[in-house]
């Protein structure tokens, strides 16, 4: 047989072999939530906002979605990069360790943002509801640590 051939039935092989798996894996375990899922649903279900916070907390949330945006944009483009570089040097070359470096600058500059998002939306809440707040701050941070 030809080698393309067999690499066509071969890789057809494998296809067939694994879509069932991949199925009964997306059906069966459930999908990782959101980032921030949680902490979205206790500030806006359980720490009983009055209409001030809530109007004070969409504005931070439109502000932030449209940072967050840029910045993800951003470490896309690090990322793009990077994938250029490696196709470039083939190996830990000095285009790849400048790309991977602009990389974490881009991660941490989203954290960054993240962390001042977080802290300016504890800012509008009463101490009852802040306390709460700060619990789920540090689920989400722990929760895949345990």
Do not use: C
Request: no cysteine; charged share 25%.
């Amino acid at each position: 047989m030809k080698p393309l051939r067999w690499t066509i039935v071969i890789a057809l092989a494998a296809f067939l072999a694994a879509s069932p798996g991949v199925y009964l894996g997306r059906t069966l375990i459930p999908a990782p939530r959101g980032e921030g899922t949680e902490l979205h649903e206790v500030l806006h279900h359980q720490l009983k906002l009055d209409a001030g916070q809530e109007a004070r907390l969409d504005a931070l949330e439109q502000r932030f979605a449209l940072r967050r945006r840029a910045l993800e944009l951003e470490l896309r483009a690090a990322n793009a990069r990077l994938a250029g570089a490696i196709q470039a040097e083939h190996g830990n070359g000095p285009q790849v360790a400048a790309a991977v470096d602009a990389s974490h600058m881009a991660m941490g500059e989203l954290q960054k943002e993240t962390l001042a998002h977080i802290f300016a939306m504890r800012q509008i809440l009463r101490p009852d509801q802040a306390a709460k707040f700060d619990q789920a701050v540090v689920k989400a941070l722990t929760v895949d640590a345990r």
